[in-house]
């Protein structure tokens, strides 16, 4: 059974910064691609950031230079830094597993999901 707990969301100001967590039981992070997603009220899922398989990270366009993925091996974790965070960030945010290989940037390549957490960035 693979499980995926996200933590770390909340209220910022614009320009603030979050970190956001990721803690895998069942599956270790660093042999799977891992991706970071969101979803705002009435839009789509949409790709955030990843790790390939074999640990490329990749971004979105639109946070490309603010979010930062990373993971710790020994935790089994990968954390998402986001910073000067604009009202357009806001969203409920979700990190997702994937058994499959290459850059997966659609929600559909990924098979395991956590519940998710809000971060709120007000204007």
């Known amino acids: 059974q693979v499980q995926l707990v996200e933590t770390g969301g909340g209220l910022v100001q614009a320009g603030g910064s979050l970190r956001l967590s990721c803690a895998a039981s069942?599956?270790?992070?660093?042999?799977?691609?891992v991706g970071w997603f969101r979803q705002a009220p009435g839009k789509d899922r949409e790709f955030v950031a990843a790790?390939?398989?074999?640990?490329?990270?990749y971004y979105a366009d639109s946070v490309r230079g603010r979010f930062t993925i990373s993971r710790d091996n020994a935790k089994n974790t990968v954390t998402l830094q986001m910073n000067s965070l604009k009202p357009e960030d806001t969203a409920v945010y979700y990190c997702?597993?994937?058994?499959?290989?290459?850059?997966?940037?659609?929600?559909?390549?990924?098979?395991?999901w956590g519940q998710g957490t809000q971060v709120t960035v007000s204007s």
């Open positions: 997702a597993l994937s058994l499959y290989v290459g850059e997966l940037i659609t929600a559909s390549d990924y098979h395991y």
């Open positions: 069942g599956r270790t992070l660093s042999t799977n691609a």
């Open positions: 790790f390939t398989q074999a640990s490329t990270q």
